[in-house]
C-alpha cells in the first residue's frame, strides 16, 4: 500500500494539470507536438495505473496477479517512453539526424520491452516471482533503464546545447526537454538502485510539470496572438486599412479615463471631413467615392505618420496627436493644410481639418476638445468651397 499511495497521488496531479489537453484536441493549434503531447498523457496515464496495481498486487502476495501486471507495467512504460519520444521530436519541430535518431531509439526500447517479456515467460531474464512471492529484477530490467538512462543524459545534453544557440519559442522548446531529461535521468539511477520504490513514477510526474508548464505558455502565446490578430481585424477600416469606429469608441474612454484621473497633459484632435463626397458619388459611382476614401486616407496617415488615424463615418476622419506629432502640431496642420490648398487647384482630394488642444483646466473629457476641432473643421470646409 505504501508503493501504490505514490502511484495514486501521481495519478491525481498528473489528472488536474494536465485535464484540459487530455480532454479536447484543436487540430489547427499552432503548437508542435500538441497531439503528440496528448497521447503522451494517456500513455503515462496508463505507466502510471500499471504502476498502483503493481503495488496493491504485490501486497497480495498472488503470484499469478503480481507477474500480470508487471508484465504490464513494463509494457507500459516501454509505451511511454515511445510516446514521449515521438512528442519530443514533433515539440521540438526540427527535421534532421537528431530527431531520426530520437525516433528510433523510442521505437527500440518499446520493442526491446515487448521482445524481453515474451522471452520472460521462458527464462526470466526481465524478472522472476519466487514462489513465496518474492519479487526478483532481472538483468534485462537494468539493461532496460541503463538504455533509458543514457538516452535521457543525452537528449539532456543535446538540447541544452541548443537551447544556447537560440532565441524565442525555440529557446523555450529545447529548455522544457533539457529539464525533463535530467529529472528523468536522475530518477531513473534511484530505480535502478531501489526497484521496491516509485522513483520511476515520481521522475515521470516531475518532468511531465516541467513540460506541461512550457506547453502551457505555447498555448498563452498562441492564444494572445489569435486575440491579437482578431483584435486587429476587429479595429480596422477595411477600406482605408486606418483604426475604425470601434476603436476609436475604445481609445476615446481610454482618453476620457486618463482625463478625469489627471493622467494625461498632452493631448492634440485633428478632425478631417472630405469635401464633395456626394456629389462624386452622386455623379462618378460609389467605386469613385470609394477612391477618394482611401486617398484621403493615405493623405492623412503621410503627414500625421506617428498618430493613429480613424475612420470615424464615411467621409469623416480623426488623427490624435501625443509625442513627436504633438511637438510639431502646428507644422504638421501648416503641411497637411498647403496640401489641400494645392490640391483645389489640381484636382486632387480636398479634405478639411480643424484642431483643438487639451486644456487640462477646462476640458472636463474628450468631447469637449473634440467639439472644438470640429468646428474649426466646419471653418475650413466653408472657406474651401469659398462660402
Known amino acids: 500500500m505504501y508503493y501504490a ?3 495514486l497521488l501521481a495519478i491525481v496531479i498528473h489528472i488536474i494539470i494536465n485535464f484540459e489537453a487530455a480532454r479536447k484536441y484543436n487540430a489547427d493549434s499552432e503548437i508542435p507536438g500538441k497531439k503528440q503531447y496528448r497521447l503522451f498523457l494517456f500513455g503515462l ?3 502510471y495505473v500499471s504502476d498502483v496495481l503493481w503495488g496493491f498486487m504485490y501486497d497480495t502476495g498472488i503470484v499469478a496477479l503480481a507477474y500480470a501486471d508487471t508484465v504490464l507495467y513494463f509494457f507500459s512504460m516501454g509505451l511511454s517512453i515511445l510516446l514521449w519520444t515521438k512528442f519530443t521530436v514533433a515539440y521540438l519541430d526540427r527535421q534532421n ?3 531520426r535518431i530520437l525516433t528510433y531509439a523510442g521505437w527500440g526500447i518499446y520493442l526491446f520491452e515487448i521482445v524481453t517479456l515474451i522471452v520472460n515467460i521462458y527464462v526470466p531474464i526481465m524478472f522472476a516471482f519466487m514462489p513465496d512471492g518474492e519479487y526478483i529484477p532481472g538483468s534485462a530490467r537494468y539493461i ?3 538504455i533509458q538512462f543514457i538516452l535521457f543524459v543525452i537528449l539532456a545534453a543535446y538540447t541544452t546545447f541548443i537551447s544556447l544557440r537560440t532565441e524565442g519559442q525555440t529557446k523555450l522548446h529545447y529548455r522544457a526537454i533539457s529539464f525533463s531529461g535530467i529529472v528523468m535521468s536522475i530518477f531513473i539511477v534511484l530505480q535502478t538502485l531501489d526497484p521496491f520504490l516509485p522513483y520511476y513514477a515520481i521522475g515521470c510526474l516531475i518532468a511531465n510539470c516541467l513540460v506541461h508548464t512550457f506547453v502551457e505558455v505555447d498555448d498563452k502565446v498562441n492564444r494572445d496572438k ?9 479595429y480596422k477600416d477595411a477600406l482605408t486599412n486606418v483604426k475604425n469606429a470601434n476603436a476609436y469608441k475604445e481609445i476615446k474612454n481610454d482618453y ?3 482625463i478625469r484621473n489627471k493622467e494625461i497633459n498632452e493631448l492634440g484632435i485633428v478632425v478631417f471631413d472630405l469635401n464633395n463626397l456626394k456629389m462624386v458619388n452622386d455623379n462618378l459611382g460609389h467605386e469613385a467615392g470609394d477612391r477618394c476614401i482611401r486617398e484621403s486616407g493615405k493623405l ?4 500625421y505618420k506617428h498618430s493613429p488615424v480613424f475612420r470615424i463615418g464615411g467621409d469623416e476622419f480623426v488623427a490624435l496627436l501625443e509625442g513627436e506629432d504633438y511637438t510639431n502640431r502646428e507644422a504638421l496642420l501648416s503641411v497637411f493644410n498647403a496640401q489641400i490648398d494645392y490640391n483645389v487647384k489640381k484636382g486632387g482630394v480636398v479634405v478639411a481639418s480643424g484642431m483643438a488642444i487639451y486644456n487640462p483646466e477646462r476640458d472636463m473629457g474628450f468631447d469637449k476638445v473634440f467639439e472644438r476641432a470640429d468646428i474649426r473643421m466646419y471653418d475650413r470646409k466653408k472657406a474651401l468651397k469659398g462660402e
Open 5 to 7: 499511495s505514490f502511484g
Open 144 to 146: 532496460n533503464l541503463g
Open 300 to 303: 492623412i496617415c503621410r503627414i
Open 226 to 234: 489569435e486575440l491579437g490578430s482578431v483584435r486587429k481585424i476587429a
Open 256 to 258: 476620457d479615463e486618463r
Open 45 to 47: 496515464l496508463f505507466y
Open 97 to 99: 539526424v537528431f530527431s
